[in-house]
């Protein structure tokens, strides 16, 4: 795995080697378009758009790895998407801007930045996949890892949609051994939201575990998101869950830090998922407080560190996605 994310730091991954019978376009840098022979599917695969989320980035360059040595064969249009390269080089989540903050055009409001030119360039690509799958079924996973602990640890999040996601959508994620799924109930500006919305595509977010440095992680973690990922891109059987049946939760409230006066009134040890009691003081500014209720008692991504008129934590309420999950 190493050599391979050398090449990536050192832009050289597009001389990798890859069998002609895939077609293989690099769009961009990090941004490679894969079709086989009669594809079932067009997926769009991507990692790192946080720089320093490295787990899901190497999870990415062993699935290439594996169809470039022919390992892997593919019945599925590949756009595999290798996000924020410059955060990645720099080991840090982003640069400038929260890269996935800055999809569905936001990028054209933002100060100039690598990530406002990355989302953009991304955005292109991915229209440009698209255009040429046809009427192939069109599917998105955006792998990420949290930065901090987490009671379920690996996780998916499916954007606000009013398009229907089908079962086999929900399927997958069974198969893949996640612990929950988090619904999301408005916009956002998340690269599974733009693909989502954009091109009525099967979209979502994982999270797998916590960031750490290359090198340091241990994929046997996420080994079953990763055969059941490689099944859908064969063309396979999916596996069989060997868990209990995924926990879902819908988001009830976005926690939207106002002005730096915002304060979060948790323990930083606080891990993802936890319940707190109802009456607690969540957070706080000079206009409002935040206080838990009984109907979303549950805490996702707080985090008082990011830029006023950005989210600091999500509250979440047992809930139930529009499809029903497999038991």
């Known amino acids: 795995m190493q050599p391979l994310t050398d090449s990536l730091l050192a832009h050289a991954l597009r001389d990798l080697p890859l069998p002609d019978a ?5 769009l961009a840098e990090g941004v490679l378009h894969l079709t086989p022979p009669e594809p079932q599917r067009a997926l769009v695969l991507s990692a790192g758009i946080h720089g320093n989320e490295t787990a899901p980035i190497e999870l990415l360059l062993g699935l290439l790895a594996d169809l470039a040595a022919g390992r892997l064969a593919s019945r599925t249009a590949l756009l595999l998407v290798f996000g924020n390269l410059p955060a990645m080089r720099a080991n840090r989540r982003y640069l400038h801007h929260d890269m996935n903050r800055l999809f569905g055009g936001r990028h054209r409001q933002s100060p100039p930045s690598d990530e406002a030119a990355r989302a953009a360039e991304i955005e292109c690509t991915t229209e440009a996949f698209f255009a040429t799958t046809g009427d192939l079924p069109r599917w998105h996973l955006d792998m990420h890892t949290a930065i901090r602990g987490s009671r379920l640890p690996q996780f998916a999040l499916v954007p606000h949609h009013r398009h229907p996601y089908p079962q086999a959508f929900f399927d997958l994620l069974a198969a893949g051994e996640l612990d929950a799924l988090v ?3 408005a916009p956002g500006g998340t690269y599974s939201h733009y693909v989502s919305e954009t091109f009525h595509a099967q979209s979502c ?26 099944a859908l891109v064969g063309g396979e059987p999916l596996p069989t869950r060997q868990k209990p049946p995924l926990q879902v939760f819908e988001v009830a409230e976005s926690i939207i830090k106002g002005d730096e006066s915002f304060t979060l009134h948790l323990p930083p040890e606080t891990e993802n998922f936890t319940r707190l009691p109802a009456g607690y003081t969540l957070a706080s500014q000079q206009d409002r407080h935040w206080t838990i209720g009984e109907a979303a008692p549950y805490i996702l991504f707080p985090n008082a560190n990011v830029a006023p008129g950005l989210r600091a934590g999500m509250l979440l309420s047992p809930g139930t996605p529009r499809l029903s999950l497999p038991e």
């Open 22 to 26: 895939l077609q293989p376009r690099w």
């Open 205 to 230: 977010t994982l999270e797998l575990g916590k960031a750490r440095p290359f090198g340091d992680n241990d994929l046997a973690q996420f080994a079953a998101i990763d055969r059941a990922i490689r």
């Open 183 to 185: 619904q999301h109930t």
